[in-house]
């Protein structure tokens, strides 16, 4: 049998033809063109970003029907939300090509400026795994000491016109740990004792309030994170028991030395951050050896409101003490402050 090669060649054509005609009845003979939807844009009115002026395009024009279902993920084209993405499908005889280049060109640009926006927030994110931050704090203290023998109750005032710190974090490369360390020293120029029946009252030097901690921190949520760790503080009372007891008639400070351990939690809702903890004594030193040294606890709560595109953040305090010892002594005392990380 002899093989005619030209009628192989003509079978041959005719099957490339075919393919190539199946091909663009399955879409091939569109531009087809990415796009996002922006603010209060419509359907209509994204078509209309890609062809001629006259063009006369209805809910049956076959480019339309391809376009709806070639993005099954739109559920109602009504009400296409701003920052969806679709795909445009224009037919040839619509396309206005000089439209379509300066989109595309528009949607590679945007394609590029968020790639370079995640880079940088990865480079922040890289230099924000051990960061510095210096805060200063203003605030007022308002003891209350009552003596354990009777109910008799004095009240007095700490007051912190500076309180100045340094906290640094370290977070592990998988994100989910840190480690967080914080000193501050708190200078209180006096303690001004009301008056009673028992002590006249009047003001007294108190020493600087210092204190350190040291936590483990875990991101275990999206916003939320939970952190454990120690803490140290000095922190000064009045003797007051001494005074009742007819020891002396001076109103002196006296000094406590308090080693807690400490769990808490951090919530993030942009942009604040919210912390709060309990930490629980384990080892107290007072500076009036023959007195029980104090034991008991603190809750804090702690409100973070950065400023937008600067170092700089706004702080809250609020802290309560409950201990006892040679009295019961209750600490409440609010601040404000702000604060620079580099």
């Not at 379509?100 to 927030?121: G, R």
């Not at 000491?145 to 005032?157: A, K, R």
């Not at 006096?190 to 040291?214: C, F, L, Q």
């Not at 483990?216 to 952190?227: E, G, P, R």
């Amino acid at each position: 049998m002899k093989i005619n090669i030209k009628n192989i060649y003509f079978v041959f054509l005719f099957f490339i033809l075919t393919i190539i005609e199946s091909s663009f009845a399955q879409g091939v003979g569109y531009y087809t063109c990415p796009y996002t939807i922006e603010k209060n844009e419509t359907f209509a009115s994204v078509i209309k970003r890609f062809v001629k002026p006259d063009s006369v395009i209805n809910a049956k024009t076959p480019m339309i029907k391809k376009t709806m279902s070639a993005n099954p993920k739109v559920s109602d084209w009504s009400d296409l939300p701003s920052g969806k993405e679709i795909t445009v499908y224009i037919s040839p005889e619509f396309a206005d090509l000089d439209k379509i280049k300066k989109l595309k060109e528009l949607h590679l640009k945007k394609i590029a400026d968020k790639k370079a926006k995640e880079k940088k927030e990865l480079l922040t994110s890289e230099n924000a795994s051990k960061k510095f931050s210096i805060f200063y704090m203003a605030s007022t203290g308002r003891m209350t000491e009552t003596l354990s023998s009777s109910d008799s109750t004095v009240q007095y005032n700490q007051n912190s016109p500076a309180t100045f710190g340094l906290s640094f974090q370290n977070r592990n490369p998988d994100k989910k740990w840190s480690l967080s360390m914080s000193a501050y020293l708190s200078y209180l120029p006096s303690a001004t004792v009301d008056p009673n029946e028992s002590i006249k009252g009047g003001s007294t030097s108190v020493p600087p309030e210092y204190g350190v901690t040291v936590y483990a921190q875990h991101a275990t949520f999206k916003k939320l994170s939970l952190y454990g760790g120690a803490d140290f503080e000095r922190f000064s009372s009045l003797n007051i028991n001494e005074i009742y007891n007819l020891e002396t008639e001076t109103v002196a400070s006296v000094n406590h030395q308090v080693f807690y351990a400490t769990f808490g939690s951090q919530y993030v809702m942009k942009p604040w951050i919210f912390k709060t903890s309990f930490s629980k004594s384990l080892w107290s030193k007072i500076s009036t050896p023959s007195k029980s040294p104090y034991a008991g606890y603190k809750v804090l709560f702690y409100a973070i409101y950065p400023i937008k595109n600067r170092p700089y953040s706004l702080l809250l305090l609020i802290k309560h003490h409950e201990m006892s010892g040679a009295t019961k002594l209750g600490v409440n005392r609010i601040g404000l402050g702000l604060s620079y990380a580099f």
